[in-house]
């Protein structure tokens, strides 16, 4: 059965730490995605990427940066936490996302207090 | 500007009625539509999709209506399950392998 892993499922930091999510997926898909999920809001893109080393901006970049070493492996980082970059994160890849080939992960409840 | 519009933030029926979610878009660029649902402490899973050039796509329980002159589609459930109980997603795809733009979801609450 093809996975995305998210390496977390509830993380508490403090404000102000540089933070790691990490999202590993086995499906040798190119494209991997960042999202944070908020109540009212939805799911929002943060990053995503096209390729090993690529990486593009999606709506709220803000306070976040990514990085793509390996084709399997896809990081989400805050560089100083916040209080309200609170949320749930979703890491997904995908293949054919017309035909529900997007795939994602279980999520990372992240707090920072 | 919300590209993808869910109007309703929950929906409540009874088991075995119909259920039917409401989903207007803007973006005429669109060529296909999803629907994903999602659990509690659960990543998004696909339901099904359309393409922009049918009116009608169905999978068991599931039918999705596409209105392209109104920029409306619909998720109808017949019957409804308490499994269905979940947050749906209407999701709107620009044809590229990389972005999807999501409404902001729908709580479905079936009732037994």
């Known amino acids: 059965d093809v996975k995305v892993t998210q390496s977390s499922r509830y993380l508490v930091k403090r404000t102000g730490e540089k933070v790691f999510l990490e999202c590993v997926q086995d499906m040798d898909h190119e494209n991997m995605f960042w999202y944070r999920q908020d109540p009212g809001l939805g799911l929002r893109l943060i990053y995503f990427s096209y390729d090993v080393k690529m990486k593009e901006k999606g709506d709220i970049p803000e306070g976040y940066s990514v990085s793509r070493e390996k084709k399997e492996r896809f990081s989400l980082i805050l560089e100083s936490a916040s209080t309200n970059q609170t949320s749930m994160y979703l890491c997904?890849?995908?293949?054919?996302?017309?035909?529900?080939?997007?795939?994602f992960g279980s999520g990372t409840r992240l707090t920072v207090v | 500007d919300q590209q993808v519009k869910q109007n309703s933030p929950s929906l409540s029926v009874q088991e075995g009625r119909i259920s039917i979610l409401n989903c207007d878009y803007t973006?005429?660029?669109?060529?296909?539509f999803l629907w994903y649902k999602k659990y509690p402490a659960e990543g998004p899973t696909f339901l099904i999709s359309i393409s922009s050039i049918k009116d009608k796509n169905e999978d068991g329980r599931f039918t999705v209506f596409l209105n392209k002159s109104a920029k409306h589609l619909s998720l109808h459930i017949v019957p409804s399950q308490p499994g269905d109980s979940a947050v749906y997603f209407c999701?709107?795809?620009?044809?590229?392998?990389?972005?999807?733009?999501f409404g902001k979801g729908t709580l479905l609450t079936v009732n037994p």
């Open positions: 973006n005429s660029m669109f060529d296909y």
């Open positions: 999701i709107g795809s620009g044809g590229s392998n990389y972005k999807l733009t």
């Open positions: 997904a890849s995908s293949r054919d996302i017309n035909r529900g080939g997007y795939t």
